[in-house]
């Protein structure tokens, strides 16, 4: 394959990718988007064969969904979700053997959650584990809600990138799946599947793509990958990244998470159909706690969260000890008899996944600032997408397709293009 005298081509499908492309697109500029995995999304990806029902292996919930481009396109689309419904005070979770009630505004975890962010409001940035009680009882659930919610462990979070993201607290879970929503945005656009980017040089006169199909020139490149695809260097950039953009993904790296998504024969979580249960057994601090959705959407199957660095350890020892894990632990809460119910179930394999590599990104402590040096051209023909590009809305599907639509418009201007204000909601007819 040799392609020449585009203006623009874009590293990457997920939403990033297919924001830049949409973008482009609207302003009339030529361009190809080039994706080495054989499906568009990302990390948003809606699985419908492998345990028998529909679920997200990676982002599922619309976050700050009453700000979210993505909503907004999702009910131009129809694309069912789940609407804000009156403020949920309470959950249950199943700790040291039986069930309770836990209010939000009182809970240990969710308080000191909050703490956490309130200390990079308060302008310090410190790792998250600096204001936590190791010694605390219901510290192992504590860490593994801050594994969910920030890929990392509590010693590698900075509490003032924790403070920088912009969150109404209004989530709504995708019905018909958060990557099946990304796909649709995809329909249309010029996207060439599994083909992988190998290098890029910048030249005189614009770029030069050596990828797995050949060779590809064009005026300007949006690298709209995973920040680990930059930091270990599976794309070799010539003449080489600038040593401050090399420093900023060693500072802003991605974390890990998995799922394991289990099938029943029936529905067995009668009066459970919650966001998330907790299922934790706290006998001794390296006690590992694990979260479930469970019926989520009705659905007869149950979806276990894990973060951070257990996630790795848990993705390097292979989907069956995953799965296993998973269903132990749902045997402490429900008893042995709902093995015998399990039909079918799956994992995830972001962390082993070499165009992928992990979950999201997360400043280090102290490092926080950092990001914004994405924000900026490479060798003025290169322009960075992506989840961590953002510095408010990090870690979302609506960040990365923000920083898509940002990088469109900064590449069209680079090529003395004129471009109005941007349209996120802009659709082709």
Known sequence: MMVQNLDVVIVGAGAAGIGAGLGLTRLGVSHLILEAKQRVGGRAYS??????????HGAHWLHSGDVNVMRFLAEKLKHKFRPASPAVSSFRSFIGGQWKVSEFATDYVWTKL???VQAGRNGSDVAAES??????????LLRHWCQLMYSNDPSDIS???AANYSDTHVNLPVEDGYGALVARLSLGLPIRLGVTVKAIEVTGEGVRLET?????????CILAVPSRVMEKQRIAIKPGLPAALQQAFAEVTMGYGEKVALGFDRKVFEGFEIPFADVFDPVEPETRPLNFELHPFGRPIAVAHVGGNFAKELAQAGPAAMKAFAIDTLVKAFGADIRQRIVASAATGWTMDEHIGGAYSGAAPGKAEARKVFSEPVHDRLFLAGEHVHRHYMATVHGAYDTGLDAAYKAAAALGLSVGPKDPLWLPS
């Open 47 to 56: 699985d419908t064969s492998s345990i028998g029902h529909l679920w997200d």
């Open 114 to 116: 909050e703490e956490i």
């Open 131 to 140: 204001i936590l009680d190791r010694g605390h009882a219901m510290y192992p």
């Open 159 to 161: 509490t003032r990138d």
């Open 212 to 220: 797995s199909s050949g060779t590809i020139t064009a005026k300007a």
